[in-house]
């Protein structure tokens, strides 16, 4: 079917607020990625999932970020009292089977701004 | 943890020569090591992925080698074209989390 697919494509935020991220992955793909892309830099990882379960949160920056993934299906990335350094390319991926085993197809990401 | 070196320096060869692309890691070997390609604005490509009992793995004009020994992968692309320029990175897993290298930027010019 369609490839992965991430909103909103851009979003500007002031200090503070919180956003939330969506991708919705390949359809049948059970695993699920999340990363952070600053500009001119390689990718951070920040997490993934294998099915619905994260087996390792320790990659998410602070305490402000948190994900969760539903129906093994779409996975929200919320970033709660957004700061200037969030700012970055947020890029999701996934991938069929057990994760590490196989490619991940990104998502085209989308491009946080925080004022 | 894992760390990834790549050459963060870009990488400039003419058309038709052979473009010679190295991954450097530290710590435990991966069970399997990946490639992928990155143009600007846009997300990574997956190219090849190699395992660790594979010594070279081939995909057309692409061949990846892995040297558990070394800690060490090399990606090659023969008779390079500058549809071939772009940034490509090396990733692998270890410990429930993925690591990708910053990449090396390749300019194949005509």
């Known amino acids: 079917g369609a490839g992965v697919s991430q909103s909103p494509s851009n979003k500007v935020t002031e200090k503070g607020k919180d956003v939330e991220l969506r991708c919705d992955p390949i359809s049948g793909h059970t695993a699920l990625y999340w990363y952070r892309q600053r500009l001119g830099q390689g990718l951070e990882f920040l997490i993934y999932f294998q099915g619905n379960s994260a087996p390792d949160k320790s990659g998410l920056p602070s305490d402000r970020f948190s994900a969760e993934r539903t129906g093994e299906s779409v996975s929200t990335l919320t970033i709660q009292r957004t700061q200037q350094e969030d700012s970055a390319v947020y890029l999701c991926a996934s991938s069929l089977g057990l994760a590490a085993q196989g490619p991940q197809y990104f998502g085209p990401g989308t491009r946080l701004l925080v004022l | 943890s894992q760390k990834i070196e790549q050459n963060s320096e870009a990488l400039n060869i003419q058309e038709g020569k052979t473009a010679t692309l190295t991954c450097n890691y530290t710590?435990?070997?991966?069970?399997?090591l990946q490639w992928y390609r990155q143009d600007p604005g846009r997300g990574p490509v997956f190219l090849l992925l190699?395992?660790?009992?594979?010594k070279e793995k081939r995909k057309e004009r692409l061949k990846v080698t892995f040297d558990t020994t070394l800690k060490q992968s090399l990606f090659h692309i023969t008779a390079s074209q500058p549809a071939d320029s772009a940034t490509y990175l090396c990733?692998?897993?270890?410990?429930?989390?993925?690591?990708f290298g910053s990449g090396t930027k390749l300019n194949v010019k005509p």
């Open positions: 990733a692998l897993y270890n410990f429930n989390k993925f690591y």
């Open positions: 190699i395992r660790e009992n594979e």
């Open positions: 710590n435990y070997s991966p069970a399997y």
